[in-house]
């Protein structure tokens, strides 16, 4: 039996995790060579692409479909100005207590909103959103509904100079996309992943062959939080300024991310990386549309799921069976 | 008698809440089809009903006349069109497209009303009301919303059980190939379940435009009650529906009582709380 082993690099993975890491290592140079508009804009795109793979995971492995996702950013975001404000915390090292905070948070709300099934599950955590949303704009502390900013003083103790506050602030945005993907595609390369992927194709099929599907899902569910939270913590960090509407809005944290993966391609790890710079491209020629923008952008996410419900990397994928990272499972003989 | 007249007032705005919900049960009844714009159908039967009542200058309760058979139509076009070919037995895409749909129609309102609040003015029967002792008083407009409630309610469970169209929306909803095999057509049939829950959220969608102020983005608010009252309720029981948008309403009424920040959060609070101790809902009929 030990004959064979499982073989996960292909040659387009090869090619495809070089270009990753070659372009990592720019995007971290990218100081030195960008401007600070574009470096405000990378560190946006990552966020983006950070939060679309946790949202696929969460949705395209898992299956729990979330439309609520923005609770976890919103808390994240608010635990870090409470701390930041309240407690004297630094705030860089909130970002990781932001982290804990949510997933401490998410425990007992996967208890209650796992009771609903399929379906209604998805509006349960927009339920939960709202309750949050409402719970932050009845915090006083934090000026409830009207929202508040940092304090210069707190601002200054990320550095004292803008240009090495905002390119801290840029290589934590990078390490937090690479730390998630690389999270992502190890766990998917673990049993575990083997696992999602089953339940992914088939959960009864998953289920009948001893896999743990309510468990499993339950940590997916708490690790997206828990992600998710200190992504939000760091979009608001950049943005100084908070207030409940923007902190759990629907649009910005699950409406175009749930587009960006659906185009990007669900289920796929390459997805919402596609999705994300299809989005900004989008973005970058349509945003004098205003509102039209997002119908367009809803249009063709409803185009997508119906005739190429895989996502463009899907058809990609499915057209020259190619990976970027090595994910696949090939049973190869061991040579002797 | 304060707390009376709170209770009394959230009572009748749960008949609102349970007419949000009868829509919403209906076609998840019918065929397991959760609709994420259905809050954003309500607001648009508003904006059809502004529309109606402005270019023929008639009362907003008469314009259910045309909102109705409007909306009706809408349901069986997006039904066969576009919501038949994403149901399955993933829950994915039903979920993605109605979530997109709703995206679309939030911003094509918000483009052509832009994002002012509006109201429609029903006239003198606005501030009507009836004494019914002990100071206390019922508007005649919440009366009348109420009414239709249960008579929404009453018609849908006439209609669900002494019925042939009933009988083809059980039948497909127990078996849709058996369903087939019988000879009903089950694309037809989900047209027309869409249809009768796009007439409900007319009339919902006239009584909320008279009842208070309404802007593109309140949809989502109403979606929220309307799951929460059909949670409460328990799946798959029209009068357990009632009971939930009651209590929905009632909670939200006590809450605003308390401190007007609490409104909101009281209904939420409540639906948690019926989730943790008794989450097949109060009056379940089926499991879902």
Redesign the interface.
């Given at each position: 039996m030990s004959d064979v082993r499982v073989r996960h690099a292909s040659v387009s993975s090869w090619i495809g995790t070089t270009i990753v890491v070659l372009a990592t290592v720019a995007l971290a140079a990218a100081p030195w060579w960008a401007e600070r508009a574009d470096l405000r804009l990378l560190a946006e795109i990552y966020a983006y692409v950070a939060l679309a793979s946790l949202w696929n995971l969460l949705?395209g492995y898992a299956?729990l479909?979330s439309?609520g996702q923005q609770a976890y950013v919103g808390l994240g975001a608010y635990v870090l100005f409470g701390l930041a404000m309240l407690a004297g915390v630094h705030p860089l090292a909130a970002i990781p207590i932001a982290g804990f905070a949510a997933a401490l948070v998410a425990v007992p709300v996967a208890a209650?909103?796992f009771?609903?099934?399929?379906?209604?599950f998805?509006?349960?955590t927009?339920?939960v959103a709202?309750?949050f949303r409402?719970?932050a704009?009845?915090t006083s502390a934090l000026d409830g509904g009207s929202g508040t900013s940092l304090p210069a003083a707190v601002v200054l103790s990320i550095a004292s100079s803008r240009q090495m506050r905002e390119f801290t602030i840029y290589w934590i945005a990078l390490a937090q996309v690479v730390v998630i993907l690389f999270a992502i595609v190890w766990l998917l390369r673990s049993r575990y992943g083997l696992a999602l992927t089953a339940i992914r194709d088939n959960e009864l099929g998953a289920r009948s062959n001893g896999i743990d599907v309510v468990r499993i899902k339950y940590a997916v569910y708490v690790a997206v939080a828990f992600g998710t939270a200190m992504l939000g913590a760091l979009i608001f960090l950049q943005k100084i300024r908070i207030s409940p509407d923007t902190a759990f809005s629907?649009?910005d944290w699950t409406?175009f991310v749930?587009?960006i993966t659906?185009i990007g391609g669900?289920g796929r790890i390459e997805g919402p990386i596609i999705g994300t710079v299809i989005f900004f491209l989008l973005r970058q020629t349509l945003a004098d549309l205003?509102?039209?923008y997002?119908?367009i952008?809803?249009?063709v996410?409803?185009a997508v799921?119906?005739w190429a419900?895989k996502g463009l990397w899907g058809l990609v994928a499915d057209r020259f069976g190619w990976q970027v990272f090595p994910l696949q499972r090939r049973l190869v003989l061991k040579k002797r | 008698m304060e707390w009376l007249n709170t209770i009394l007032q959230g009572i009748l705005l749960g008949g609102l809440y349970a007419m949000f919900a009868a829509g919403l049960s209906l076609i998840f009844g019918v065929m397991r089809l959760v609709n994420i714009a259905h809050g954003d159908l309500i607001v648009l039967a508003a904006y059809v009903a502004l529309v109606t009542v402005q270019a023929l200058g008639i009362n907003p309760l008469l314009s259910l006349v045309i909102v109705v058979p409007v909306m009706a139509l809408i349901g069986y076009v997006l039904q066969r069109a576009l919501l038949n070919r994403t149901l399955g037995d993933d829950l994915l895409p039903p979920l993605l497209v109605t979530f997109g749909l709703s995206v679309i129609i939030q911003n094509g309102l918000l483009e052509l009303f832009t994002a002012d609040s509006v109201k429609l003015n029903a006239g003198a029967v606005e501030i009507e009301s009836i004494a019914v002792g002990g100071g206390l008083a019922i508007g005649v407009l919440p009366l009348i919303q109420f009414a239709l409630a249960v008579a929404v309610i009453a018609g849908l469970q006439w209609l669900f059980y002494r019925t042939a169209i009933g009988r083809a929306f059980r039948a497909t909803s127990d078996d849709p190939s058996s369903a087939q095999l019988m000879g009903l057509n089950n694309s037809h049939v989900f047209g027309l379940a869409m249809a009768l829950s796009l007439a409900i959220v007319a009339i919902v969608g006239v009584l909320l435009a008279v009842r208070s102020n309404f802007d593109p983005a309140i949809g989502p608010a109403r979606l929220i009650f309307g799951f929460e009252a059909v949670i409460i309720g328990g799946l798959g029981s029209m009068w357990g529906t009632l009971a939930g948008g009651i209590i929905l309403g009632v909670a939200q009424a006590i809450g605003a009582q308390l401190d007007p920040g609490w409104n909101l959060l009281a209904g939420h609070i409540a639906f948690l709380v019926v989730l943790a101790l008794r989450p097949q809902g109060l009056f379940p009929k089926v499991q879902g």
């Open positions: 949705a299956g479909v439309v209650l909103i009771r609903l099934r399929g379906h209604y998805a509006i349960g927009w339920v709202e309750v409402l719970l704009a009845q629907v649009n409406a749930i587009f659906v669900i205003g509102a039209i997002l119908l952008l809803g249009v996410a409803i799921m119906l419900p | -």
